[in-house]
Nanobody, 123 residues
Framework: VQLVESGGGSVQAGGSLRLSCVASGNTKCMAWFRQAPGKEREGVAGIDSDGVAAYSDSVKGRFTISKDNHKAALLLQMNSLKPEDTGMYYC??????????????????????WGQGTQVTVS
């Protein structure tokens, strides 16, 4: 499986961006992560094969994760962006269903496959 992210950019606080991750193979459990300079990679939003989503507390109510099955894409709609949302955003996937609670989708170690990332800068 190959994952290719797009949609990052520079926006002012309060603005919106929509990230897309196109997958070339079979994906069932997917998530978005982000990493700011000097910080660990953190889970932002995950979604299981039934469409159930989980979000980190820092983005809940502002970000929405979804799948576009026709385009084999994972989407992340980001609204009301804040400077602390700045970072490299990565898409990750599993070819098997997510295990356990949907919050497990936010654990980086669960995923063997990662995209190259797309930069989001909020000023």
């Amino acid at each position: 499986v190959q994952l290719v992210e797009s949609g990052g950019g520079s926006v002012q606080a309060g603005g919106s961006l929509r990230l897309s991750c196109v997958a070339s193979g079979n994906t069932k459990c997917m998530a978005w992560f982000r990493q700011a300079p000097g910080k660990e990679r953190e889970g932002v939003a995950g979604i299981d094969s039934d469409g159930v989503a989980a979000y980190s507390d820092s983005v809940k109510g502002r970000f929405t994760i979804s799948k576009d099955n026709h385009k084999a894409a994972l989407l992340l709609q980001m609204n009301s962006l804040k400077p602390e949302d700045t970072g490299m955003y990565y898409c990750a996937s599993l070819s098997r269903p997510c295990l356990g609670d949907v919050t497990n989708t936010l654990i980086p170690g669960e995923y063997p496959t990662w995209g190259q990332g797309t930069q989001v800068t909020v000023s």
